[in-house]
């Protein structure tokens, strides 16, 4: 077997990432999803020539983007120094280098994984390769980096493992440069920005962001939009996003796909949310390893323009204007008027929860194999007619659901009505009768439940 072979297949055994975060959102397939019908040049100078665009000028910039390093999977001077080599020569170089998250793998090797000692020492080991190639990357163009879900885990709030090789380096960023505002903000092992950075996060836009003009943000989950896994990202943009008008951006890594997805925020803006491919060439995706350009002249974003590392027909270009079909962004149960009661996990769930063989991931639980929930149904005063779960396969296999009275007999699901992230179906008899409804799940992600009418 071929090493490249060899170490993507260990890195999706072991990572569990290709299930987890591919089902996550639709997945990126390639750089159509990014345009319809994407303009090549052979030479970086020729890709700015045909986005009219001068980097020499004064008011003009660039930053470049790249994610997924995964540091672990491969050899070490196959993922940043290929990239150094790249940037080295450009004329003029970024103003700044973004690294999306990701930097290593076995900090968790995949959603809910709290690291054994052995996993410990190779996550340290791992940050200690990318180390010198980070220091010399830093010599090229200040390097902002963040973190990822496989760079730290559930319950890590010291990021110790990181900070044990990376000493004091930010992990979340806010300034501007030439009226651009940039926020990056560590998405962590579940993408919940928690109550500090995310008063900070919202903080920084209101600081930052000039009516009407250009804002760019970056978590290393591109999961705006999401109500299941990593749906604290959804929240984020929310608030963050409220009251911001303008152009507004969040870059991603994680699916190690390109994309856009558009995203209207209820009596906001629209926010478009970019994923990256990722940086390390053995990964799974199709265009990596690869890193973006974006350019900006008097504080606008004029194109973007991407580059497959070792790609012999040169750059794709990408314009400012994404045409993907806009879809509202709402929060869990928003919009829906049959919501009696309703719960989230990791927001009040505890007294309900039964038996649990699963992964924990702070606000959501995935790779469920069994998750029991036992409900009163005078929390909806005996009112309830049918029950809604917020929920997702989290493999291969088909959602398992099935529902008692006593949590004895179960009876499975049968035709459960599912739209988007939401499985609804009927409350038995039996449970009306009982006044209890318990609720097995398996094979699923899984982050709210409602009594509904």
Not at 114 to 123: C, F, H, I, M, T
Not at 266 to 289: M, R, Y
Not at 316 to 323: Q, Y
Not at 407 to 424: F, H, I, K, L, M
Request: glycine share 10%; with cysteine.
């Amino acid at each position: 077997m071929k090493p490249s072979s060899y170490n993507r297949r260990r890195f999706l055994h072991q990572s569990g990432l290709y299930l987890g975060a591919a089902a996550l959102v639709p997945v990126h397939r390639s750089l159509a999803a990014v345009t319809n019908e994407p303009r090549r040049a052979a030479t970086l100078a020729d890709a700015y020539r045909l986005l009219n665009f001068d980097p020499h000028a004064g008011d003009s910039f660039t930053s470049l983007w790249m994610a997924d390093t995964h540091y672990g999977i491969g050899k070490p001077e196959d993922i940043l120094p290929p990239m150094i080599a790249e940037i080295a020569p450009m004329n003029p170089r970024p103003a700044f280098i973004g690294i999306v998250g990701d930097l290593i793998l076995s900090a968790s090797r995949s959603f809910g994984i709290v690291p054994g000692e052995n996993d410990r020492k190779l996550a340290v080991e791992e940050f200690l390769a990318m180390k010198p190639h980070y220091d010399e990357l830093a010599q090229l163009a200040p390097v902002k980096l963040t973190l990822g879900n496989h760079d730290t885990y559930p319950g890590e709030d010291d990021l110790g493992l990181f900070r044990s090789v990376f000493g004091d380096t930010p992990v979340s960023h806010a300034f501007e440069l030439k009226g651009v505002p940039f926020i990056i903000a560590n998405g962590g092992s579940c993408g919940l920005l928690g109550d500090t950075q995310q008063a900070w996060f919202c903080e920084q836009v209101k600081k930052l962001h000039n009516p009407g003009g250009t804002l760019v943000a970056a978590i290393h989950q591109p999961s705006v939009g999401s109500i299941v896994r990593e749906r604290g990202i959804t929240q984020a943009a929310r608030q963050a996003f409220a009251e911001a008008r303008g152009d507004l951006w969040m870059i991603g890594g994680h699916v190690h796909e390109n994309g856009d997805r558009r995203f209207s925020i209820p009596q906001g803006d629209t926010l478009i949310n970019a994923s990256i491919t990722a940086a390390n060439p053995v990964v799974w995706g199709k265009e990596q390893p690869g890193f973006w350009l974006w350019c900006f002249s008097a504080g606008r974003l004029v194109g973007r323009i991407f580059r497959r590392v070792g790609d012999a027909a040169g750059y794709t270009l990408a314009p400012p204007e994404v045409t993907a079909q806009t879809k509202p962004l709402y929060l869990p149960f928003e919009n829906r008027d049959d919501v009696l009661w309703k719960v989230l996990v990791g927001e009040g769930d505890e007294p309900y929860r039964r038996t649990t063989n699963a992964k924990w991931c702070l606000n959501y639980w995935t790779y469920v194999k069994q998750l029991d929930y036992e409900f009163p149904l005078s929390l909806a005063k005996g009112k309830a007619k049918r029950c809604l779960v917020i929920m997702d396969p989290s493999s291969e296999k088909p959602i398992g659901l099935a529902v008692s009275g006593n949590a004895s007999d179960w009876q499975p699901v049968t035709n459960p009505e599912r739209d988007g992230s939401y499985t609804a179906f009927t409350i038995p008899q039996s449970c009306l009768e009982s006044g209890v409804l318990s609720l097995r799940m398996t094979d699923c992600s899984v982050s709210g439940f409602a009594l509904t009418v």
